[in-house]
C-alpha cells in the first residue's frame, strides 16, 4: 500500500563545480538539532567519559610495547570512537575518566640458537577490554609469527597489520553492546513495545558502516526511541543501504534508504535520503558526516513507527483481547493437565 511507504528525500542543489564557490556538505543539519550525537561521535570535542584508554603493552620492550598501543589509539581516533594512549599508571591530562580499559599483555618467543634479520619470531598478545565501574571484561588473543628485523625496528606495515586487527575486534564489540553505550542518552519517553533493533548497516563503499550504525543508534536514543538489547525482543527491525554512485562530471549521487520492519519481516516502509556530493567525499573517513546522516533521518523513521503503531491499534480494534471466562480452559478439554481460570 502506497500509505505504508513513506520517503523522506534530502535532495541537494546541483554542483556547479566550475564555479569557485563551496561546495555544500552532504546531508545539512537542522538548526534544532541536538549535538549530544556529534559529541558522542567526534574524537577532538571535549573530553568524554565513554573514551577508550589503551596502555603501554606488559611483557615486551621498547619500542613495540608503546608504538601497537599507540597506533590502536589513533585508529580508534580515525574511526570516530574517542581513545588516548596513556603510558603506565601516569595520569593523561585533558582526559575524563576512560569509559573502557584497552590492556594487552605479550609473550615472545625467540630461538637463541638462530641468528639473522628473518629469524621468527613467535609471539602471542592477550587483550583485555574492561569497563570501567563494572565487572565487564571481554578478551581478545593475537598470535602471530613475524620476522626479527620487523619486529625489533618496529616495522610500520606490522604496526599496522596488528592494530587494525585489534581495532576491528573492539569495534565489533562495543556495536554488539548497543544500549550499553550510551546510558546518559536515555530518556523518560522510552516504550518498550516499540522497541528497535539495528542490523548492520550494507555499504557499496569500504568506509563508515560501523560508525553509521553507531550514530543511528544515539540518534534514535537521544531522540527517545528505544534500541532493544537483543534482536530476539525487538519489536522491529531497521536496515539500512547506503549507496554512492559512479563519479559523472566530478560528482556523486548519494542515497540513504532506511527501511523498517516487523519483528516478523514484514515491512513497515522505507525512508529514504538523497544527495549530491563531490566525487571521492566518501574516499577517506567519513564519521562526522555519519551523525548528520542519522540525525537527518530520525523523522523519517519515526513517521514509519507511528505507521505501523496505527496498524496495531487498528489490529486491536479488529480482534481486541478476550479474557477466558472462568470454565474456559488454557489447554485442550480433554487434557489430564488442564488448566482453568
Known sequence: MKQRLVAIKFIAVALFLASCSEIPRPFSLDKNNNMLVHQLLLANAKPLKHSIQVSTILGITAPM??????????????????????????????????????????????????????????????WELAESEKSTKLNFKQNFSVPSW??????????SILSDDIVNKVIKALDGRRLLDFPD??????????????????????????????????????????????????HYLLSGNFKVSSPINDSQQVEM?????????????????KNTVLTGS?????????????????????????IA???????????PYQKPLPEQGLLEPNSDDRTTL
Open 282 to 306: 566518501f574516499n577517506q573517513n567519513w564519521g562526522p558526516v555519519a551523525a548528520i546522516i542519522a540525525e537527518s533521518a530520525v523523522n523519517g523513521i519515526r513517521n514509519l513507527i507511528q
Open 65 to 126: 610495547n608503546r608504538l601497537i598501543p599507540i597506533a590502536i589509539a589513533e585508529q580508534l581516533q580515525d574511526k570516530y570512537l574517542p581513545a588516548h594512549f596513556s603510558q603506565g599508571t601516569n595520569k593523561v591530562e585533558n582526559h575524563a575518566p576512560p569509559r573502557f580499559a584497552l590492556n594487552g599483555r605479550a609473550k615472545i618467543e625467540k630461538n637463541n640458537r638462530l641468528i639473522g634479520p628473518n629469524v621468527k619470531y613467535e609471539l602471542a598478545i592477550n
Open 150 to 159: 620487523q619486529w625489533d625496528q618496529g616495522s610500520p606495515n606490522l604496526i
Open 309 to 319: 503503531n496505527q496498524k496495531d491499534i487498528k489490529r486491536y480494534q479488529q480482534n
Open 185 to 234: 542518552l536515555r530518556t523518560d519517553s522510552y516504550k518498550r513495545e516499540s522497541s528497535i533493533w539495528v542490523t548492520p548497516i550494507q555499504s557499496n563503499i569500504k568506509n563508515g558502516s560501523h560508525v553509521l550504525r553507531r550514530a543511528i543508534i544515539a540518534a534514535l536514543i537521544q531522540n527517545g526511541l528505544l534500541i532493544s538489547e537483543t534482536r530476539k525482543s525487538a
Open 257 to 273: 534508504v532506511w527501511k523498517l520492519a516487523e519483528s516478523t519481516g514484514e515491512e513497515i516502509g522505507t525512508a529514504v535520503q
